[in-house]
Each structure stands twice: as structure tokens, then as C-alpha cells.
């Protein structure tokens, strides 16, 4: 069972002409682990997952876990895994199944609108390939398809499924407990993450943690624990999320690390074409 409540979705690392920068990629990574980081979510999240090719996915895979700081059991890594066609995320699954990848995050294909039968069985072959923790992933905004209720009670009673991180309609808490016991709700990013808390998500893939760890870290805690951060503090934390999703968040994002020295790169176009 995966034991961090906060991860870091990181952003992928490419060079000028938008190939994979996989050094740059593991270098971030280690930037995080190095400020105390213990969970990461790779591939998963920040809009770029589905422009990495499977080939892509495969090359960052191995790298990971050729990283002897991260081959131990205080840092979970985790892998984001979808696909437009079923059968490149059921290899990824398998690739993943024989490394210490501490869990998947699944997500269901963008533009194709399966039904949920067929998004039922889409979900329990990856599960049953990768045999690892899996954190379902709902963003009907980006995919245009909509996991509903009875389809994630359906998928929760299997025992790797885990939790979901819900990017829809995030009512769907409230009744997805009255059903559903231990499990776990993560909110994608910070935007609106007290009222979500407040509804009862209790973990976070963290987005503006990408440039700001440990103070994200803090106020995100202080919320779940409901203590009060310093009224200066909570000022500068709002004023950090505010930059990040003020415009395209992945370009922020790259900005600023790329201003750390790491290097992070562009993102592929359109995105950044501004």
C-alpha cells in the first residue's frame, strides 16, 4: 500500500527540438528527493503524457530504475500509465510489473469516449498487468470521458485499486464514500484543495510542489491535520500558486527549474508556442 499522502507530478524534461531529455528529467527528479521528497509521480500528470511515445515511456522507465537513491523503500515512485491504444499501456504494465515502481496511476485515453464497460475493461487488464498499487485517474476536462461512480465502486473492490485522483467533479467524494471504505482521494494540483479537502480528498498529486516543496508540503498538511498556518504564510503560499496557475502551468513550471540550473527544457508545442 503506498504510504505518502503527497507526491510531486513531475514534468518531463526535452530538448530544443522536443526529443526526450532523460538526464534532465532524473536530474529534477533528484532535486526533489534531495529537499526531502519521498514520493514522485513520473509520466502521470502535467499534460505531457500523451505525447511521450511508448518507446518514450519505456527509455525513462529504465532510467528510473537504474537510480540506486530511489531503489529504496523510504521513496515511492510512481508511473503514470494510458495510452490511446489499449495494448501500448498493457505493455507498460507489463514493463512495470518486474521493477520496484511502487504504484500506477491510471488514465483512460483522451478523445475516444469509451463506454464504461468498455473503460471497466480497459482498467482490470492494466491492473492485472502491472500488479502494482494503482491510483485511477478521472479528468473528464482533458479526456472528454467521465469514469462514473458505479464504475470506480466496481473498480475499487479489487485490491490493488487503491484510490482515485479525481479532476472532474469533485462532489464525487461525498458519495463515493458513502460507498467505499479505506480508500484514498487525491486532488490533482492545489487549485481549490481546501474546499476539497473539506469534501474529503485526503491526498495530493502535487503540481506547484514541482518549484516550492516544502512550503506546498506544509500548507497542504496543515489543511488535512486543520491547523492554521501563520497568516504570512498562508499569504506567500496562495501568492505561490497563484503564479503557477496563472497562465499554462507546465510553462511556469519549466521556467522555473530551468532557473535552477536543471535542466528541464521546453515543453512540445503548442504548448509554450505563446
Not at 485517474?137 to 485490491?159: C, H, K, M, V
Request: charged fraction near 25%; charge should be negative; aromatic fraction near 8%.
Amino acid at each position: 500500500m503506498l504510504k505518502e499522502a503527497f507526491h510531486i507530478a513531475v514534468p518531463t524534461a526535452f530538448f530544443p527540438d522536443e526529443t526526450l531529455n532523460v538526464d534532465g528529467t532524473i536530474e529534477h527528479i533528484r532535486y526533489l528527493v534531495d529537499q526531502g521528497e519521498r514520493s514522485i509521480l513520473v509520466c502521470g500528470s502535467t499534460g505531457e503524457q500523451h505525447s511521450l511515445e511508448l518507446k518514450e515511456k519505456l527509455v525513462l522507465l529504465e532510467a528510473l530504475m537504474n537510480e540506486s537513491y530511489l531503489l529504496n523503500d523510504e521513496i515511492e515512485v510512481l508511473f503514470g500509465v494510458s495510452a490511446i491504444r489499449q495494448k501500448e499501456a498493457v505493455d507498460l504494465a507489463h514493463a512495470i510489473k518486474e521493477t520496484r515502481i511502487a504504484g500506477i496511476l491510471l488514465g483512460y485515453s483522451p478523445y475516444l469516449l469509451p463506454s464504461q464497460t468498455e473503460a471497466l475493461r480497459y482498467s482490470e487488464t492494466i491492473i492485472q498487468a502491472s500488479q502494482k498499487d494503482t491510483i485511477l485517474y478521472n479528468n473528464p476536462g482533458r479526456t472528454g470521458f467521465d469514469l462514473s461512480i458505479e464504475s470506480i465502486i466496481q473498480l475499487s473492490a479489487q485490491d490493488k485499486v487503491i484510490g482515485i485522483k479525481e479532476a472532474g467533479n469533485k462532489n464525487k467524494v461525498e458519495r463515493l464514500q458513502e460507498h467505499i471504505s479505506d480508500f484514498y482521494y487525491y486532488a490533482g494540483g492545489e487549485v481549490d484543495l481546501k474546499d476539497k479537502v473539506a469534501l474529503g480528498f485526503n491526498r495530493l498529486s502535487s503540481i506547484s510542489g514541482n518549484v516550492y516543496p516544502k512550503e506546498i508540503r506544509k500548507w497542504f498538511f496543515s489543511l488535512i491535520e486543520n491547523t492554521l498556518l501563520a497568516e504570512s504564510e498562508q499569504k506567500e503560499v496562495t501568492a505561490l500558486i497563484n503564479t503557477v496557475f496563472a497562465g499554462s502551468p507546465i510553462v511556469h513550471l519549466k521556467r522555473e527549474i530551468n532557473a535552477k540550473g536543471i535542466a528541464m527544457g521546453i515543453c512540445r508545442s503548442p504548448l509554450g508556442n505563446c
